[in-house]
């Protein structure tokens, strides 16, 4: 768990090239692949069931998945 290879400098996964890239930017909420330069919003309600989210947004989170259907709350923007 405390390989430095597989530590803080690496992200969450990015939903368009899922390189382990995704950053959180300045906004809140938002995120940016430093990989292929998408950019993705943090839903509050699921894209996928519609169910919303309750978003606990810890400090440097990486909660971003539905606790309902386990798909990512983050949708391309
Ligand atoms: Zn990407
Ligand atoms: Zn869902």
Known sequence: ???PAD???LGMECPACHEPWLRPSSLAGRYRCVSCLHR???RSVCPHCGEH?????MAGSENVACNVCGGSMLVEV
């Open 53 to 57: 989210g309750t978003i606990v947004r």
């Open 7 to 9: 530590g803080p400098s």
């Open 1 to 3: 768990m405390a390989d």
């Open 40 to 42: 993705f919003e943090l």
